[in-house]
């Protein structure tokens, strides 16, 4: 059974930092695409970042240079660091896994995904 596990969301002012993780089980990590989408109220989910098994990275336009995808195989955990939050970088954030690289790059709706961790950014 596949289980992705988020947390590290919250409340925090504009300009502040978060950085959430998510801790995989039931699949073999090191093989697998990681990446998290993010879904606001009233708008489409996107991705916001992926990471393929070699450690290639893609990242929304809008998140460009702010925020940082990476992995730690050894402990089946992919982290995104959020840096100078906005208050659109609002929304629920989800981990998802495929053994396929296409979702580095989001061409194709991930196999795998966690229940997700609310971020909220107040102005």
């Known amino acids: 059974q596949v289980q992705l596990v988020e947390s590290g969301g919250g409340l925090v002012q504009a300009g502040g930092s978060l950085r959430l993780s998510c801790a995989a089980s039931?699949?073999?990590?090191?093989?697998?695409?990681m990446g998290w989408y993010r879904q606001a109220p009233g708008k489409q989910r996107e991705l916001v970042a992926g990471?393929?098994?070699?450690?290639?990275?893609n990242y929304a336009d809008s998140v460009q240079g702010q925020f940082s995808i990476s992995r730690d195989n050894a402990k089946n955990t992919v982290y995104l660091q959020m840096n100078s939050l906005k208050p659109e970088d609002t929304a629920v954030y989800h981990c998802v896994a495929d053994p396929r690289e296409s979702l580095v790059d989001g061409t194709r709706t991930p196999k795998y995904w966690g229940q997700g961790t609310q971020v909220t950014v107040s102005s």
């Open positions: 990471i393929a098994s070699g450690g290639r990275t």
């Open positions: 039931g699949i073999i990590f090191s093989y697998y695409a």
